[in-house]
């Protein structure tokens, strides 16, 4: 008769595979990271693989995904959402992919903050080269209770009379 399918059968049959977001972070702060998923799983499901992050906060949003396994990915036909195949384009992944002239993509990069070493010496240097003087504000002096004194002093008298 017929045989009942084992296990490992059930491991070689192809599975449809997306690559997509899965969020993370905390309301109206969402960071993403790049997963290959199976494509039944849910939104934040268990992921095969991540290949990738993305920030949409950070300006210039932040994009870093690993080119290499991205091009594995597409290759054995995986295939990307809408906003991760966006992505792709701006990395110049999905050129690349596709054969498309522009596969350096359009990736913008935020500068580098200057180090807080560097920005220290900086300070300091500027603070040797400005000549010695006096505070350009004199200290605000305290004013004295005995002039307070009488003043209130003189006011009871007037209220009584």
Known sequence: ?????TQSSRSTRPVAVKIKLQRLGKIRQPYYRIVVADARTRRDGKAIETIGKYHPKEEPSFIAV??????????VGAQPTESVQRL???TGDWQKF?????????????EPKASKADLFAAALA?????????ATTP????ARKAD???KADAEAPKDEA
């Open 126 to 134: 500027a603070a040797n080269e400005e000549p010695m003087t006096e």
């Open 1 to 5: 008769m017929c045989e009942p399918p």
């Open 66 to 75: 690993d080119s290499e396994r991205a091009q594995y990915w597409l290759g």
């Open 139 to 142: 200290k605000a002096k305290k």
């Open 88 to 90: 792709l384009e701006i």
């Open 98 to 110: 596709k054969g498309l002239p522009g596969a350096e993509g359009t990736l913008k990069v935020k």
């Open 148 to 150: 307070d004194a009488p």
